[in-house]
């Protein structure tokens, strides 16, 4: 005997929408491979131009190749009560004048100096004097260095053509400068102890041959200084950046295309139209 369906109390399978599919399974739909390779060839072509326009900051940049080893006269290059101009800084100069007898110190805590090695050189007191020169500006002078607690040796007098580096002065030091406690090449420190001064050069001059009785503080010539072209530099930074833009905006269109699909899944399982 023949049954229907209903009899039985079955009734008809009902359709559910299908899965919307993932952010992964949608990207790897052959429309969305050629997007994505269409934007990493733009990226790659961006990252290009950054690279080229790093290269032209490189190659464009301002490098400091004064001669700094050739001596010239101080006074040809500084002048006392002004401010120490990069021309002069690190010069070989020579300078004729008078030592100030009585105006030596120790400054403690100091190194020998980079002999060209690498190396910061061993530790020693400096020993700093006042050289007058013929129109009575007054010169720091770095004549060497003794063992660390070493006293002060007598030192030659008179009158002396000197050579050496000259090297802008340090910051006046935050120790007890008061009780005898120097670290630092501090110009106007030094000069406030000093009695005989007249107008005063910015920089202190490191002797490239000390005395007897003292050793050579090594003073090595500055370093070639390259000052990068920012502008090309900020153009390859505005290529890149555009370059990881392209690959963004792959991502966005497929993320979107995904997001579409969900909400027109959602739609059609609560019967609602789907939102544009």
Do not use: C
Not at 5 to 26: Q, R, V
Not at 66 to 91: F, K
Not at 112 to 135: K, Y
Not at 256 to 271: C, M, P, S, V
């Amino acid at each position: 005997m023949a049954t229907d369906a209903a009899t039985h109390g079955h009734h008809p399978a009902s359709s559910t929408p299908d899965e919307p599919p993932g952010f992964w399974h949608l990207a790897r739909r052959p429309k969305w491979i050629a997007a994505l390779l269409l934007a990493l060839g733009v990226a790659a072509a961006f990252a290009a131009l950054g690279q080229w326009q790093l290269e032209r900051s490189i190659e464009t940049a301002i490098v400091d190749d004064r001669d700094t080893e050739t001596a010239v006269a101080l006074e040809s290059i500084a002048e006392p009560q002004s401010v120490m101009t990069s021309e002069a800084s690190g010069r070989i100069v020579t300078v004729t004048g008078t030592w100030v007898e009585g105006d030596e110190r120790s400054i403690t805590g100091r190194l020998s100096g980079d002999d060209g090695s690498g190396a910061a050189g061993e530790p020693g007191d400096w020993i700093v004097r006042h050289l007058q020169t013929a129109d009575g500006a007054s010169l720091v002078v770095v004549a060497g260095y003794v063992r660390v607690g070493a006293s002060i040796p007598t030192l030659p007098g008179g009158t002396e053509t000197l050579s050496g580096r000259y090297v802008p002065s340090e910051s006046p030091q935050s120790g007890d400068f008061e009780n005898g406690e120097r670290t630092v090449i501090a110009v106007a420190d030094l000069i406030n102890e000093w009695d005989e001064v007249g107008p005063v050069y910015s920089g202190y001059l490191v002797l490239s041959n000390a005395p007897a009785g003292l050793d050579t503080v090594a003073a090595p010539a500055p370093e070639l200084e390259r000052e990068l072209n920012i502008l090309n530099l900020f153009y390859a930074i505005e290529w890149v950046l555009f370059g990881g833009f392209a690959v963004y905006l792959w991502w966005r269109l497929v993320k979107d295309e995904q997001e579409k699909l969900e909400q027109a899944a959602g739609a059609e399982a609560t019967g609602a139209p789907p939102v544009d």
